[in-house]
């Protein structure tokens, strides 16, 4: 038997914490080796950063990550119980601190040259990465990078393809502003939307995938209501903010504390739903709380590839109409779609 220990030095999920309790990856080895764990193999991504005289556990060897199916194809052979720690920052903490100026940020990007990708696939297959992403031409299904998500750990470079460049020194450019509501090819102007009457709690979805802010919209209009002296709660539930996963928060405001009883939304109870992303707007468990008598929604109509891209090349998004599946649970007279938007 072999335990795979993972250790990317915080608690990543919810917010890059750092974990309690003095920990590392020499002091994990040490505790399993006296609990009979034998042999022990550390892989990382930077099998250098360790000085020398680390107090490893005796018989720990260090192997780059490149190695790591060598590694356990070794330990699967071996009799007893064996351990693989691998010891790498969470790729989400990464842009984190990055953005903190914590965190070396290498000045390389990967880009793919869509005149020459054939849409093999093979750059995801060898890095398992969401931030390869199909992009459809006049010529078929190409890839490319999604430079707001990219961990720059350079792994989809490795494969065997020549439409790959990487870009040194250079920087991204930056998007434009959006025009303004009364400006040519602007969205109309949204009405003013009348406010709740707040006789029982009013229900907030919000919907996402990890990483876009979904938790930070939910806290927003939490405060918001909070420093009106109003009764709130929130409650999120947390996806894999590095593999794109569902994210939920459900936010419930009252008149007063005491009447908030239940801090999730129940079945049919949402009274707004902000979509951030269109196939976790539509899944059933965000259906499951519209109804079409309350439920207003507004949503993102662009959807993100699901982590089904990663293995088969030739994904496409469900069949189904996701946004009539929204319009059908709020009920067709609560959808609104102005006209003339998007701008040709």
Not at 7 to 33: E, K
């Amino acid at each position: 038997m072999t335990y795979k220990i993972l250790y990317n030095d915080a608690v990543a999920m919810t917010g890059g914490q750092h974990h309690d309790g003095p920990l590392d990856p020499p002091m994990i080895s040490r505790q399993i080796a006296a609990e009979g764990v034998h042999p022990i193999i550390v892989v990382t991504d930077e099998p250098d950063k360790y000085p020398a005289g680390t107090n490893w556990a005796p018989g720990v060897t260090i192997r780059h990550r490149d190695e790591l199916d060598q590694v356990q194809r070794e330990l699967r052979e071996v009799p007893g119980v064996s351990a693989l720690i691998y010891d790498q920052t969470c790729a989400s903490e990464k842009r984190r601190r990055r953005k903190r100026n914590e965190y070396p940020d290498p000045a390389k990007r990967a880009v793919i040259n869509e005149a020459v990708c054939e849409g093999c696939g093979d750059c995801s297959d060898k890095s398992n990465c969401l931030s390869v992403e199909p992009l459809e031409t006049e010529f078929g299904r190409k890839r490319r990078i999604n430079q707001s998500t990219c961990n720059k750990d350079y792994s989809c470079v490795k494969g065997f393809c020549p439409s790959f460049v990487t870009v040194e020194g250079g920087q991204l450019r930056k998007g434009k502003a959006a025009p303004r509501p009364d400006a040519a090819g602007a969205a109309p102007a949204l009405p003013e939307p009348a406010r709740a009457a707040l006789d029982a709690p009013y229900g907030v979805l919000v919907t996402g995938i990890g990483g876009t802010g979904v938790i930070t919209i939910g806290q927003i209009l939490a405060m918001a209501a909070h420093l009106e002296g109003k009764g709130v709660s929130v409650l999120d539930m947390s996806g894999l903010a590095q593999k794109g996963g569902p994210v939920m928060s459900h936010v419930k405001i009252a008149a007063t504390p005491e009447e908030l009883h239940a801090a999730r939304i129940g079945t049919g109870d949402a009274g707004l739903l902000i979509g951030c992303d269109l196939v976790v707007s539509a899944s059933p468990d965000a259906v499951s709380r519209m109804s079409p008598p309350q439920t207003r929604a507004v949503v993102n109509a662009t959807t993100a590839p699901t982590a089904e891209f990663v293995k088969n090349p030739n994904w496409r998004l469900p069949g189904s109409d996701l946004s009539r599946d929204i319009a059908d649970a709020c009920g067709a007279a609560r959808v609104h779609r102005p006209r003339n938007w998007p701008p040709r």
